[in-house]
């Protein structure tokens, strides 16, 4: 089989993800869907050449997603409101509240009754924090939600988040209730997770590992944010592919341990990873785990080569033909930035460092530098800096996240029924997050451990990652005497 052939279905999906991109660029003319399917009979009907057949599979595949992509854009843009529009209404809280530098919050609330129902607005007020899917009273009047000074990124944000207006509910917003159905059962479970491990670990060790458990990092003290940011650690309060890897595991492990069969075993395992990712605080990162995930265990369960870049492609394309605009979301460029350099570029680094560091940490170090390098260019495009020390700080930190997240899932999870050890394994987690803590405030502290750069170095940015990788192909012995 040739390269051309063995490559082709990895082809399809890219073709897929350029017609989607191409919709987030412009919309596909009118006639493109009719040409679309016509083109697709005539192919099917010539009999072309296998190498002729790929190539016409893939033209239709990429205009077919142009399409799709298209009808998704319009299908998730925000509702149109005649604005000024005054309201007395009610909502859901539809993301997690946000504490805003004036002292109160902001969140998304999705409006159910009145003129704006089904709108998403951008509510601002004070005092006591609601939480996510509490019903509240929307009494006042909706503007546009971007204001004329508003930067672009901030434009952007707002557009792919479907938010239609904004509003102001004054010194308290009026709590109504919480939303009832599965939505509400979800609510109930994340809140209940989220008290028991704050009961068990105060301070900003709790608000951490709230953070790896579920995600988010909101309630951990200003200098405490700046500090994990700084030291490059900011993903560890992103559910990704690290933490559905771990359920992944344990799910499959505990499950054949108990003599359970291999179909039963994928089947509750793609149930565990669901589950948990709705838990989660949703994001970019939770979802590309998730499908990452689902797309491995069902190649497995059809005895398919679960190819890895197949499965990261596939990701992309499930996420992208559900909300295009999310191709913009700086935390799906982090997620599969890092994915796609640590399959690119661990090897090369292994090899690369294997002189220089201890064998045993060497390949930790080069998934942390792998990861590193090749989110550089996304943090500099997106936020004009750079950490120097995560590299540091991400060998000590990444194995710890990985004990916070197990124990204190478990620690929660089983607090009623297991009081005693529950306690231990949430006072062991804490104690993983004040290290992590530790690591961020020494790491922060080190003089150029963040670096600003403008935007438009981005691609110079990416330059050593490009580097590593071709120095990789040309010579997997390119550390030379030192390894020998």
């Known amino acids: 089989?040739?390269?051309?052939?063995?490559?082709?279905?990895?082809?399809?999906?890219?073709?897929?993800?350029?017609?989607?991109?191409?919709?987030?660029?412009?919309?596909?003319?009118?006639?493109?869907?009719?040409?679309?399917?016509?083109?697709?009979?005539?192919?099917?009907?010539?009999?072309?050449?296998?190498?002729?057949?790929?190539?016409?599979?893939?033209?239709l595949m990429c205009a077919g997603a142009w399409v799709w992509g298209t009808w998704r854009v319009h299908a998730t843009a925000p509702a149109r409101l005649e604005l000024p529009l005054s309201i007395d209404?009610?909502?859901?809280?539809?993301?997690?509240?946000?504490?805003?530098?004036?002292?109160?919050?902001?969140?998304?609330?999705?409006?159910?009754?009145?003129?704006?129902?089904?709108?998403?607005?951008?509510?601002?007020?004070?005092?006591?924090?609601?939480?996510?899917?509490?019903?509240?009273?929307?009494?006042?009047?909706?503007?546009?939600?971007?204001?004329?000074?508003?930067?672009?990124?901030?434009?952007r944000y707002l557009l792919r988040r479907g938010i239609s207006a904004r509003i102001g509910l004054g010194a308290q917003a009026t709590l109504l209730g919480r939303r009832g159905g599965a939505m509400g059962l979800r609510?109930?479970?994340?809140?209940g997770i989220a008290r028991r491990i704050n009961d068990r670990v105060p301070?900003?060790?709790g608000v951490l590992v709230q953070?790896?458990?579920?995600?988010?990092?909101?309630?951990?003290?200003?200098?405490?944010?700046?500090?994990?940011?700084?030291?490059?650690?900011s993903h560890l309060v992103a559910v990704s592919g690290q933490n559905v890897a771990i359920i992944v595991v344990t799910s499959a492990l505990l499950l054949r341990t108990l003599g359970v069969a291999r179909t039963p075993v994928l089947v509750a395992t793609s149930l565990a990873v669901f589950g948990y990712c709705a838990l989660c605080e949703s994001g970019p990162s939770v979802w590309r785990a998730c499908v990452s995930a689902q797309v491995a265990l069902a190649a497995h369960s059809l005895s398919r080569s679960r190819d890895r870049w197949y499965v990261v492609l596939a990701a992309l394309a499930v996420l992208l033909a559900y909300r295009p605009r999310d191709v913009g979301d700086p935390g799906l460029q982090l997620s599969f930035a890092a994915v796609v350099g640590i399959l690119a570029l661990t090897a090369p680094l292994v090899r690369g460092l294997a002189g220089w560091i201890p064998e045993r940490i060497g390949p930790l170090v080069a998934v942390s530098l792998a990861a590193s390098l090749a989110t550089a260019p996304v943090m500099v495009w997106n936020f004009n800096a750079v950490s120097i020390i995560g590299v540091i700080a991400n060998v000590v930190a990444v194995p710890l996240a990985s004990v916070i997240l197990m124990l204190g899932l478990a620690g929660a999870v089983t607090a009623p029924f297991l009081g005693p050890p529950a306690a231990l394994a949430l006072w062991a987690a804490g104690w993983c997050a004040a290290v992590v803590l530790d690591v961020a405030a020494i790491g922060a502290a080190v003089p150029g451990a963040s670096l600003d750069v403008p935007g438009w170095a981005a691609p110079l940015a990416g330059i050593p990652a490009v580097a590593v990788w071709g120095a990789g192909r040309r010579a997997p012995t390119w550390h030379g005497r030192v390894a020998r």
């Open 1 to 59: 089989m040739s390269a051309f052939h063995r490559w082709a279905p990895h082809l399809v999906l890219a073709a897929v993800i350029g017609g989607l991109l191409a919709s987030v660029a412009g919309d596909a003319p009118v006639w493109a869907a009719p040409l679309t399917g016509v083109a697709a009979l005539l192919v099917a009907a010539l009999r072309l050449r296998p190498r002729a057949t790929i190539a016409a599979t893939l033209v």
């Open 203 to 205: 301070g900003d060790a």
């Open 89 to 155: 209404s009610t909502g859901i809280v539809d993301d997690t509240p946000r504490r805003t530098g004036s002292g109160g919050w902001r969140a998304v609330v999705r409006v159910d009754s009145g003129p704006a129902t089904g709108a998403k607005i951008l509510a601002t007020a004070f005092g006591p924090v609601p939480d996510i899917g509490d019903r509240i009273a929307v009494r006042g009047r909706l503007r546009s939600p971007a204001r004329p000074g508003d930067a672009g990124w901030w434009r």
């Open 211 to 233: 953070g790896v458990v579920l995600g988010g990092s909101d309630g951990l003290d200003a200098s405490t944010r700046d500090e994990v940011r700084d030291s490059g650690l």
């Open 187 to 191: 609510d109930a479970a994340a809140r």
